[in-house]
Nanobody
Framework: QVQLVESGGGLVQPGGSLRLSCAAS????????IGWFRQAPGKEREAVSC???????????DYADSVKGRFTISRDNAKNTVYLRMNSLKPEDTAVYYC???????????????????WGKGTLVTVSS
């Protein structure tokens, strides 16, 4: 069964850090680009970051302007997991964070969400004092 499971969310104070994980089962993440998206209460889902597949010579990562310099996406193929390191968190980063897998290996679907092939159920991040 193909599955993506996010973890690592929680309550953090402004300025704090979290690391989200996106673990895959039933398929190998190496061949997929992985995107992170988020949806805040009452708002539409928005793209956060994307990392290209490990297959091939092109390695690519991109970020939404709102998180550039604060968030870092990475992957550990041995663990079949992609991470999103979030530093200097702000209250406006509060949202449910989702990861998604894209068969287009160079984040071809990102930042749009309709082209992603598999989705996790999300993990809640709350930034509040």
């Amino acid at each position: 069964q193909v599955q993506l499971v996010e973890s690592g969310g929680g309550l953090v104070q402004p300025g704090g850090s979290l690391r989200l994980s996106c673990a895959a089962s039933g398929f190998t993440l190496d061949y997929y680009a992985i995107g992170w998206f988020r949806q805040a209460p009452g708002k539409e889902r928005e793209a956060v970051s994307c990392i290209s597949s490990s297959d091939g010579n092109t390695h690519y990562a991109d970020y939404a302007d709102s998180v550039k310099g604060r968030f870092t996406i990475s992957r550990d193929n041995a663990k079949n997991t992609v991470y999103l390191r979030m530093n200097s968190l702000k209250p406006e980063d509060t949202a449910v964070y989702y990861c998604a897998a894209d068969q287009d290996p160079i984040c071809g679907s990102w930042p749009e969400d309709y082209g992603m092939d598999y989705w996790g159920k999300g993990t809640l991040v709350t930034v509040s004092s």
